[in-house]
């Protein structure tokens, strides 16, 4: 059964304490009726994905200046799309972004689909993004899940199994909740609730619009939950990273595939990744070993980078990646680990 009480009490405190966010329509413009634009939302979803919401909000802003139409995004090149999500992370979002935008406007003339069922068809919408866009910009009610409503379920119930054991019992505590009446935002309300009020470490229980039927504030376990199983450690790959710098001024660059990790990003040409890698230089050049290394997390590993460097002649032509030229070249379309491989070997090395 539906608590459309603890609902409605939510949804109060959401109409005076929303975060304002640069994609949401805030409930007060919802409530004279201003709709959100499907293409925003569905982009700060896929911006969100394991990314934070103060890290996104400038990317959003570029992007939906550089692109203010799903029609617009489609159209776009590749390479500058990349270009701009670079340092985003999890690359293969930005090749999917492109894809799902080609889609909605060569199959569904320019328009989102409005359900669940029918955003799953799209590229790189998973079952979350699908009812997040539902939910926030067609107002269905659908049940939305992320972190934030995982930790606030958890301790709302004082549920004390482990994720991710526990998802299925958070999500269907979560559905229980969600109202026929406003979903959209009620679904950003819970979201806001975890962000601000029922934070990971010190949730401010004396604020909450739900303390009075919070029963792990009653239990005073509110602090341990969500109980979690122990990660497993991350292993550490080792690769080495070929900067070469020609004489003119151009650095030498490869576009990694498009399948795999960085897929379809700038990069600068390496060995493989892995135990004990082996030199594979790009080209014949008097190679200098800085000795020190870029330190990067990825999700499943530790990555640490060797360095070797190289000045080249004005004439020097790769066999492999290409050379950009120095007014071509901005460090900002390298994905994070290339990015610091460059900052490290401009320190490194007196690079000009
Ligand atoms: S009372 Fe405290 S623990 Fe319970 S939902 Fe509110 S902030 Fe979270």
């Not at 379920?153 to 026929?180: N, V």
């Not at 406003?182 to 309300?189: H, N, T």
């Not at 790769?318 to 994905?335: N, Y």
């Amino acid at each position: 059964m539906r608590d459309t009480g603890l609902s409605s009490e939510l949804l109060q405190w959401y109409d005076a304490h929303a975060r304002e966010m640069p994609w949401r329509v805030a409930p007060g413009d919802r409530a004279v009726g201003e709709v959100p634009d499907p293409y925003r939302v569905w982009l700060s979803e896929v911006m969100l994905q394991q990314t934070t919401v103060a890290a996104v909000k400038k990317y959003f802003l570029r992007f939906t200046t550089l692109w203010p139409t799903v029609a617009d995004l489609a159209a776009a090149e590749d390479a500058d799309v990349m270009g701009e999500w670079a340092g985003l992370g999890y690359y293969a979002r930005a090749r999917n972004l492109l894809k799902c935008a080609r889609v909605v406007v060569g199959d569904h003339g320019g328009c989102f689909p409005d359900t669940r069922e029918g955003l799953l068809s799209l590229p790189g919408i998973g079952p979350y993004t699908a009812a997040a866009i539902a939910s926030i910009a067609f107002d269905r009610p659908e049940t939305v899940v992320d972190g934030n409503v995982e930790r606030v379920m958890a301790r709302l119930h004082d549920i004390h199994t482990p994720l991710p054991a526990a998802k299925p019992e958070l999500t269907e505590r979560a559905a229980a909740l969600t109202p026929g009446c406003r979903p959209g935002d009620y679904a950003q309300a819970v979201m806001d609730l975890g962000a601000t009020i029922c934070m990971p470490k010190s949730p401010a229980c004396g604020i909450c619009p739900w303390m009075h039927a919070c029963s792990a504030r009653a239990a005073g376990t509110q602090a341990e939950l969500p109980k979690k199983t122990p990660k497993q450690a991350k292993p550490t790959r080792f690769g080495i990273a070929y900067i070469a710098r020609r004489a003119d001024g151009a650095w030498l660059l490869e576009r990694r595939p498009d399948k795999g990790l960085l897929g379809g990003m700038l990069g600068w040409p390496g060995s493989d990744w892995g135990e004990s890698p082996a030199e594979a230089p790009p080209l014949q050049a008097n190679w200098h070993d800085p000795s020190t290394e870029v330190r990067h997390t990825f999700t499943h590993f530790h990555l640490r980078l060797s360095l070797r460097l190289a000045e080249v002649p004005a004439t020097t032509q790769a066999s492999s990646g290409h050379f950009v030229p120095a007014h071509d070249f901005r460090s900002s379309d390298l994905p994070t680990v290339m990015r610091k491989a460059f900052e490290l070997a401009r320190t490194a090395f007196p690079l000009k």
